[in-house]
Structures are given as structure tokens and as C-alpha cells.
């Protein structure tokens, strides 16, 4: 894979690669689509709130259960 250095006059005109983007040659042709890496320190560790004895209670739950090959033959009727 190439690596291009991007310097701040580049960056400017890229939006400072906050949000996505095309890249178009002078006839306007889209060359390529940029989506900027995801900066994941804006975001916190999420912890599911079921805890794992309430999960395993759900899972031996006599519920009728069923699989995506019955729900999508049951959709298809419809």
C-alpha cells in the first residue's frame, strides 16, 4: 500500500479529513472515496447490561424459539 504524508495546506483542503470525502480529477470523475478513521477515544467501553445470569436464564427459558430460516419462510409468506 502507497503512504502519502498529507501536510496542513493538503489537510485544509481534504476538511481536515473530519467526515467523508471524493477525490475528482478536473472533469469532475471520482477517483476515490475517503472515509477518515473512526478517532474511538471520543467513545467509552460499553458493557452490556444483561448480566451473565440473565443471560443464561433467557437461554434455558422454554420459549419457542426460531431459527432465520423459519423466520425468513415465515416472512416470505406474508
Same mark, same amino acid.
Given at each position: 500500500?502507497? *503512504? !502519502? !504524508?498529507?501536510? &496542513? ?17 478536473? +472533469? ?18 460499553? &458493557?452490556?447490561?444483561? +448480566?451473565?445470569? =440473565?443471560? *443464561?436464564?433467557? =437461554?434455558?427459558?422454554? =420459549? ?5 430460516? &423459519?423466520?425468513?419462510? *415465515?416472512?416470505?409468506?406474508?
Amino acid at each position: 500500500m502507497t *503512504r !502519502i !504524508i498529507v501536510d &496542513e495546506t493538503l489537510r485544509k483542503k481534504l476538511h481536515n479529513l473530519s467526515e467523508p470525502l471524493d477525490l475528482c480529477d478536473e +472533469s469532475g470523475r471520482v477517483l476515490a472515496r475517503l472515509t477518515p478513521l473512526a478517532d474511538l477515544s471520543q467513545y467509552e467501553p460499553w &458493557e452490556p447490561t444483561f +448480566s451473565e445470569e =440473565e443471560l *443464561r436464564r433467557q =437461554e434455558e427459558a422454554k =420459549e419457542k424459539r426460531y431459527t432465520t430460516a &423459519e423466520v425468513l419462510a *415465515r416472512l416470505e409468506k406474508l
